[in-house]
């Protein structure tokens, strides 16, 4: 089997489509939307969450079985019925027509894998296994949880205000480099995993005004 080439896809606004109404379309159509993907989703039936979702048009819901015009203008697709043959159908139809396409429970089908992530606001960090073992992954997240709290995500989001700034406003390359680098150290990031995010978080913000001050 081939390696896999780890991404993070921008779905902000993207036409997405599941195909599936159960439990596990369910999953698959609350991550998307929560990366901003536009979500249309084609099943004869849906878990009472997602008709909540349709009722509120937050997804948009054809009630049937799939068509080939579902794959109209679509951006990713992912296949979660509970019949194979229609899984397959679905991911052949997709790929012919250069789509990304992921077969739920049978991944080899499709053209990418869906990683298990370990979230903490813009931090993100995926296990892949390239589907060979989607437990091992799950076990490894799990482990990462009690390692990465919520403190890292915050720390993030303070990091990304910062490097926008110096993006912004610092024009030599040498000198940008050196403040990226000066904002975040060892000792940073041992305060982070004790917990002492407020002592992190100023630990940062002098390291970068210090080095700002440098000539």
Known sequence: MPRTYPISLILSQRPCLVVGGGSVAERKV????????KVKVVSP?????????????????RRGT????????????????????????????????????NVVDDPP????YVPAVLRRGSLQIAISTD???????????????????PEYGI????????RHDILNKITDP???????EAIVDDETLQLLAGGELEKAKERVINAYHRSRSKP
Request: charged residues 30%; negative net charge.
């Open 30 to 37: 609350l991550s998307l939307l929560a990366c901003g993907a």
């Open 45 to 61: 039936s849906l878990t009472p969450a997602l008709q909540d979702l349709a009722s509120k048009d937050k997804i948009n819901y």
């Open 66 to 101: 799939f068509e080939i015009a579902d794959l109209e203008n679509m951006f990713l697709v992912i296949a979660a019925t509970d019949r194979e043959e229609v899984n397959h159908r679905i991911a052949t139809e997709a790929m012919a027509r250069n789509m990304l396409v």
């Open 109 to 112: 089908y499709g053209n990418f």
């Open 131 to 149: 589907g060979k073992s989607p437990l091992i992954a799950r076990k490894i997240k799990e482990e990462l949880e009690e390692r990465y709290g």
């Open 155 to 162: 720390l993030v989001d303070l990091l990304g205000e910062i």
């Open 174 to 180: 040498r000198k940008r480099r050196e403040l990226l």
